[in-house]
């Protein structure tokens, strides 16, 4: 008894004492914890106010099947750890489709923590806490908060990875053990995040005398495991183990959501004219910020006596071999960007690649402090900018996937500006706390005014999803059979969550385009367009037609019943 008591008291102690050496660490990070969920939980309730979006429909049917409660429609083609975390909620009785917003927002503050522990690697608990709520708060993220969609739990997995990495080099090589696997979860949620392979080789290059092989190998092992249960779940379904993941950016190029939409842009500038906007009123100042901030750090850097400088000019500009790599680096970069969109998106990623290991080859004996961090955050923004620049279907909520490394940026150039001003009150440096006051101040105001907003842009989505829900309640009592009906839609997933049964895509007909879509939107349609949509009601034998096209005359099929823009056509 003794022993125990012994032992109970060293515990205790042991935690008292880590909480007071690390209290400063775990105030910050409870203190963004709770402003990011009083966040997180606003904007779900903006997004019940909402309703229900197709894509977070597909992902909770989804859940429900790996939960053993399908109802007969599903997407299986999306990528499944998202709805896999869902599923494990609906076990425990979670069967609202409200879960999946909530799923959405609980891994999303599980994500802005990881984030805080990550910048933590290389800044102190006041930098590391406005570089997670930057992020947290940028309008984009906000925007897409509570979706229900899998972007930010793919991020969110995604920094988790790459915290485990940096501590698998930093302190202990067993975290490799968690590495691959929670870099296969980020995969699993959003298959693109495939391109997490770069950032992640390049920073084991760069730090190549730190790893430990055997733990990579458990690691890989370890994910090998927990992968091979989905590629028989694939095998099952699709008849190929491969089926989904042939072409990865199939899950980025299109939506069937009636609030976000993937089109068609072959501007490879796409994000970089909308980057302002992504990350909030501050945008154009973070761009100078991140600027003057590389600018300064550069300068501070290279800044030495005539000793030094000698030193390197002897080394650097006499060196055949540093000339042969600078030579080799500036060849390299000029055929990146000269191939740029011209050809493949990975030829541009490994060029780019190359890029960065010839350019840390250059500066690694220039003694800059964590070079090895900040060359894996650009090649972390770099592989997503890279595909989602060339490639052709754009969204706003593809710059998710660069969003941790712009804010780790603008925390770099912050905190290089305020180590290089140096105002000091009561002998500490009080520039970066002035800065973050400002911008926390700047970032709250900014976010508690654009959760109303995104209610007030979203009002016409409230009550289209309205008018689907009385659609769908009139028509149950229409005909009570209607399940062994061949039903079709052009929102066929929300429908289909709302009647309980499995409703057909219709997909659109425009002029002499087929789109598989979906969505609400103004398109006139003339008689051949009609046609069109007639066709192909007849000869997948539809006995209803859920229709949201306005202007629709289907020969074939009669309107029985509208409800603002639904309307129910039913076969003559």
């Known amino acids: 008894m003794d022993k125990l008591n012994e032992t109970s008291n060293n515990r205790i102690m042991r935690l008292k004492n880590f909480i007071r050496n690390h209290y400063s660490t775990i105030f910050f990070l409870l203190l963004l914890t709770v402003i990011v969920s009083v966040i997180t939980y606003y904007r779900i309730l903006a997004q019940l106010h909402i309703g229900l979006i197709s894509d977070s429909v597909d992902f909770f049917t989804d ?39 909530y799923v959405d927002g609980g891994s999303f503050v599980f994500g802005v923590i990881g984030l805080f522990l990550l910048l933590k690697t290389k800044f102190n608990d006041l930098e590391s806490f406005l570089g997670g709520l930057l992020y947290a708060t940028f309008p984009i993220t906000i925007t897409i908060l509570g979706f229900g969609f899998s972007d930010l739990s793919s991020v969110s997995f995604s920094i988790w990875a790459m915290y485990f990495m940096v501590l698998a080099v930093r302190k202990d090589s067993k975290f490799f053990l968690l590495l691959f696997p929670f870099a296969l979860f980020a995969f699993l949620a959003r298959y693109n995040n495939a391109l997490l392979i770069f950032p992640i080789l390049l920073y084991l290059f760069i730090n190549k005398d730190k790893i430990d092989i055997k733990n ?86 290279f800044r030495r006596n005539n000793k030094d400088k000698a030193l390197v000019e002897r080394s650097y500009l006499k060196d055949n071999t540093i000339k042969i790599k600078l030579l080799l680096f500036v060849i390299l970069t000029i055929v990146f960007l000269g191939s740029f969109d011209k050809t493949s998106y990975l030829v541009s990623e490994v060029l780019f690649f190359l890029t960065a290991i010839i350019f840390y080859d250059i500066t690694k004996n220039l003694n800059i402090k964590d070079l090895d961090l900040h060359i894996m955050f650009f090649t972390w923004f770099m592989a997503f900018f890279i595909f989602s620049s060339v490639f052709v279907i754009k969204d706003n909520r593809y710059f998710l996937l660069m969003a941790p490394s712009v804010a780790y940026f603008i925390i770099l150039g912050l905190s290089a500006i305020s180590n290089s001003l140096k105002i000091k009150f009561k002998n500490k440096n009080i520039v970066f706390p002035v800065f973050a006051i400002f911008l926390i101040s700047i970032l709250l105001l ?52 709302y009647l309980k049964t499995n409703v057909k895509p219709v997909p659109i007909f425009k002029d002499n385009q087929t789109l598989y879509n979906g969505g609400v939107n103004n398109n006139t349609f003339n008689q051949k367009d009609s046609n069109q949509f007639n066709n192909y009601l007849i000869n997948n034998n539809a006995d209803y037609y859920l229709s949201v096209r306005p202007g629709l005359n289907l020969t074939s099929y009669t309107p029985i019943k509208k409800f603002g823009i639904v309307t129910i056509y039913k076969k003559n």
Do not use: C
């Open 446 to 497: 900014s976010t508690a005014t654009q959760i109303p907003d995104v209610l007030h842009a979203n009002n016409d989505k409230a009550i289209a999803n309205e008018q689907f829900e009385m659609a769908s309640q009139w028509f149950i009592n229409y005909d009570p059979s209607y399940k062994n009906q061949n039903i079709y839609s052009d929102l066929w997933p929300n429908f289909s969550w």
């Open 216 to 301: 990579i190998l458990i690691g890989i092992i370890a994910s090998i495991l927990i992968i091979i249960p989905v590629l028989l779940f694939f095998y099952e379904k699709f008849g190929n183990i491969l089926a989904t993941f042939m072409n990865f950016s199939s899950t980025s190029s299109t939506t069937t959501g009636t609030f976000v939409s993937a089109t068609y842009n072959p501007n490879i500038f796409y994000f970089v004219n909308g980057f302002p906007s992504f990350i909030g009123p501050q945008g154009i100042t973070a761009l100078l910020i991140i600027l003057l901030g590389i600018f300064l750090y550069l300068f501070i850097r």
């Open 63 to 101: 859940a429900l099947v790996f939960a053993g409660q399908g109802f007969g429609y599903a997407d299986l083609s999306r990528p499944p750890f998202f709805p896999f975390i869902a599923s494990l909620f609906v076990r425990l009785g979670y069967t609202s489709i409200n879960t999946i917003f």
